[in-house]
């Protein structure tokens, strides 16, 4: 178990450029998630897979962002046209399943602190 | 729509003193509950969960929690805290299918010498 891993660590870019962040997800979870933390606040859901399947997005994730996991496997987050309100910690999770069933629990990287100046 | 209060932004707590974390949680239908917890640095790790059966759930560093159905409240306890307790206190709630977790904004928790 190597853990979750997200991929940079910190961004910096400026106002109208896209930026694309990668999560790996531990290796047998079906399950990924992305987050969304601002400073002082609890991580905001974004949006989910199962395998490949994107099941769920928020109403938050506006048409700019774009998700995908390809084959099942680690996943990729977009953001088109960055704006200085998309500055927050982005945060991965996977897990075997669904949050309540069984010995599932997330699993979450250290994240990427897009910083959108 | 599921959602989760946190009380307190902010605990400052002197070592070996007794803590409470306050969540209450609203829904309409049955949920699973957690609380996660962030060190400097580090990413969130589950500290512990509530899925049915007792009300009181524990974790293996000596905090637990309790299950309060009438009350909505799912509070985070230790009777006694050391300084490396230090971190960020998350109460999650499962949302209405059971598919993802609704985070509250988070305690701060500082323990000082």
């Known amino acids: 178990d190597t853990g979750v891993s997200q991929d940079p660590r910190h961004k910096i870019t400026k106002r109208g450029q896209n930026v694309t962040f990668r999560c790996d997800p531990i290796?047998?979870?079906?399950?990924l998630y992305w987050y969304r933390q601002t400073l002082g606040q609890g991580p905001e859901f974004l949006t989910y897979?199962?395998?490949?399947?994107?099941?769920?997005k928020s109403r938050l994730l506006s048409d700019r962002f774009s998700a995908e996991r390809p084959k099942g496997s680690f996943s990729t987050l977009e953001i088109q046209r960055t704006e200085q309100g998309d500055s927050a910690m982005y945060l991965c999770?996977?897990?075997?399943?669904?949050?309540?069933?069984?010995?599932?629990?997330?699993?979450f990287g250290n994240g990427t602190r897009l910083t959108v100046t | 729509a599921q959602s989760v209060t946190q009380l307190d932004s902010q605990v400052p707590v002197f070592e070996e003193a007794p803590v409470e974390l306050r969540c209450n949680y609203s829904?309409?239908?049955?949920?699973?509950l957690f609380w996660y917890v962030q060190y400097p640095n580090q990413g969130l790790q589950l500290l512990l969960k509530?899925?049915?059966?007792?009300?009181l759930v524990e974790s293996i560093n000596g905090f637990e929690a309790e299950f309060n159905k009438s009350q909505t409240s799912f509070h985070l306890r230790k009777p006694s805290v050391h300084i490396s307790d230090t971190a960020e206190y998350f109460c999650?709630?499962?949302?209405?299918?059971?598919?993802?977790?609704?985070f509250g904004a988070g305690t701060r928790l500082a323990v000082h010498p």
């Open positions: 999770a996977s897990s075997l399943g669904p949050p309540g069933q069984g010995n599932s629990p997330l699993h």
């Open positions: 290796s047998e979870h079906n399950r």
């Open positions: 897979f199962q395998n490949e399947a994107q099941l769920e």
């Open positions: 829904s309409s239908v049955s949920v699973y």
């Open positions: 509530y899925l049915s059966g007792s009300t």
């Open positions: 999650a709630v499962s949302d209405s299918g059971y598919n993802k977790l609704i």
